[in-house]
């Protein structure tokens, strides 16, 4: 099993969800604060990958409910000052392991990647795993 570095939003429901599914499959979790950490703009690319630059944002933050901000119509380098003075835009978790990172928790990725609990796997599919838990909140990432 894998030791997972975990960065979340610390008291995120849906974090604390994800972590447990990591932890039920065995792996050791390393949780830490997205929030706190010092990011620079090589570190975040190295999670985000060949992902499309509007998958790395958080589309519960705030100021992209608000409309303030529209990841489709802004290139890369904004996107990083934007995320590096407000780590509340940047989509979690984010993931390193085995010399891999990721952004996101898609359960059928994590799986391939390092391996679920086959009944979670199952449970999981079909389901968003990035769902806010807050009751009448809407069905993507949270912002809070």
Not at 54 to 79: L, T, Y
Not at 80 to 106: K, N, Q, W, Y
Request: charged share 30%.
């Amino acid at each position: 099993m894998a030791t997972v570095v975990f960065y979340e939003k610390p008291g995120c429901a849906n974090n604390a969800r994800q972590k447990l599914w990591l932890a039920n499959a065995g792996h050791r979790v390393d949780a830490r604060s997205l929030l706190d950490e010092p990011w620079t703009r090589e570190r975040l690319l190295e999670f985000f990958g060949d992902r499309p630059l509007a998958e790395w944002f958080n589309r519960a933050a705030p100021r992209i409910k608000a409309g303030e901000i529209v990841p489709e119509n802004i290139d890369a380098e904004s996107a990083l000052s934007l995320m590096l003075a407000e780590p509340l835009l940047i989509r979690r978790p984010l993931m390193e392991a085995d010399g891999r990172r990721a952004v996101g928790f898609d359960a059928e990725a994590v799986d391939a990647w390092l391996g679920l609990a086959p009944r979670m796997v199952e449970k999981l599919a079909g389901t968003n795993p990035e769902g806010c838990l807050h009751p009448g909140a809407p069905d993507d990432r949270c912002g809070r």
